[in-house]
């Protein structure tokens, strides 16, 4: 029969190690992603021709902290950055989220092939590429809209 001081010195041993072992499982983090790493586009059928951000003189390291950054909170809004230098494609990442509640709110992988939903950015992107157009000339500073794109006058 055990005798109180060693049932005692066991429990001293045992609970400590199941406490651990609990919250050690309870906390424990998931495996740590590899940090993203920069890679050139894929060309593609679609026209864009292709190249690395050093090609047309952008440096990686504040796009690779940014990634690394939305990789670390999963919970944001970004659907995909894409960006095009001199004409050329440098940058396309596309990330997982949930479908605009209007197509039914569930989770989606975004890409490439998926259409995103614009909703009224569409409406600040035609002005600020309207105001580009006037600043370098394309367009007459006061010319009227209408004369430009006369279907959304009969529309």
């Known amino acids: 029969m055990l005798s ?15 406490v651990l072992a609990l919250f050690s499982f309870g906390c424990s983090s998931p495996e740590q992603e590899e940090p993203w790493v920069y890679r050139q586009p894929v060309r593609t059928s679609d ?3 292709t190249a690395s951000l050093t090609d047309v003189g952008v440096d990686p390291a504040p796009l690779t902290e940014l ?7 999963p919970g944001h809004l970004v659907e995909g950055i894409v960006i095009v230098k001199d004409d050329r494609l440098v940058f396309e990442e596309y990330f997982d989220g949930r479908e605009h509640p209007t197509y ?12 995103h939903t614009l909703s009224s950015v569409t409406k600040s992107v035609t002005a600020t590429l309207l105001g580009i157009a006037v600043d370098r000339g394309f367009v007459p500073r006061f010319s009227a809209i209408s004369r430009r794109w006369p279907t959304w006058m009969s529309g």
């Open 4 to 18: 109180m001081n060693s049932i005692i010195k066991r429990a001293l041993i045992v609970v400590p190690a199941a």
């Open 47 to 49: 026209g864009w021709e």
């Open 67 to 73: 990634m690394n950054r939305l990789r670390d909170h």
């Open 104 to 115: 039914g709110d569930g989770p989606v992988s975004y890409d490439r092939d998926r259409k």
